[in-house]
Every structure is written in C-alpha cells, then in structure tokens.
C-alpha cells in the first residue's frame, strides 16, 4: 500500500463506520448520482446529504493549499446502504476550479467493509477523473467522468491481486458539501 493511500482508505473506513448508524436511522436525501459499468455490471449509485449531522457522502475538505474532493455513492437497490459503494477522490493543488489533479483514487466496496475490496492502484494504470464542471465555493458542484481499472484486495493492507481486475468508468454529477473540519 503507498503512503498516500493510508488517509484515504482510512477517510472512507471511517466514514463507513460513522455513516452507518447515521444513515440508517437518519433522514437523507439524494444529492447527486453516479453512473457507471463495473466490469460487465451496469451501477447507479446516489451521494446523499444528512442535513440534521451537517455531513453528505459528497464533499470538499481543504489542507491548505490541497483541496480534497470524495464523491463516495450509494447504491439505492443494495440490501444495505453500505454496500455496493463507489467512491471517486481526489486531490486537488489550490482551492478554486482551475486547480490542478495532484492524485486521484477510485474504489469500489462491494461487500461494505467486508473483503473483497477493488482498488485501482499497484496495477499499472492511473485512474482518471476529468471535470467537466466543477464548484469548489459554498454550496459547490461536481461533473464529469472517471475510468480506471480496479483490482481485488482480500484486506485493507493485502497486496493487489492483478489476476482480478475490473474496468470502471462511468459519469458523476453531484452537488458538494464543504466539510466541517477541527484542524
């Protein structure tokens, strides 16, 4: 696993955890949507705001010059919400749309927290995220289209299986909320 990768999976892990309670019980709402083919799979997810915790599952955080975006979707057919989840980050140096992509990631956690996970790094080819229209001011937006090829992962820190692999790409169009952040 790189370094860098180490915040994002743990980002997402907790977000899986705190999200979980939160939006099982929580009124939410569709914020946004997230198409795509994972593999031979067709996948329509939703990012969903929680207006009563301040929090949505599609948000800009900033670290100074960085300019963190996750888009992370949720498919509304899935047996539980955790499941079947697809997530788009990236980093961005500066904080207005002409900002540049320093790193981009893509994931997709079929079984929630649970393995196999599909990642798509270690396996040769960049993931690619390009905006088409992007809102990084209060009440911000996001669209555009993705593609990367994500492989297999029976833990969180277990080397890719590249013999396991799945094309991803598809397009997103969501709303963003900026994160509310203690640092």
Known sequence: MKL????????FGLTLCLAQPALAQIAKT?????????????????????????TSTAEIRSFGPVTSIQIQAHDPESESIMRNVLT??????????SASIMETTI??????????????????????????RLSLEDGGSAQGRFSAVLCRR??????????????????????????ETDY
């Open 88 to 97: 788009i980050e990236v980093s961005l140096m500066g904080s207005d749309a």
């Open 154 to 179: 029976d833990s969180l820190l277990a080397e890719a299986d590249t013999s396991d692999c799945l094309p991803v790409e598809g397009t997103f169009d969501t709303a963003l909320r900026k994160a």
């Open 107 to 132: 994931s997709w956690w079929p079984e929630g927290m649970s393995p196999p996970y599909y990642l798509g790094d270690d396996n040769g080819t960049a993931p690619e995220v390009v905006f088409d």
């Open 4 to 11: 860098y990768q180490a915040p994002i999976l743990a980002a």
């Open 30 to 54: 569709a914020m946004g949507s997230v198409e795509a083919t994972i593999g031979d799979s067709a996948y329509s997810g939703e990012t969903l705001d929680v207006p009563s915790e301040g």
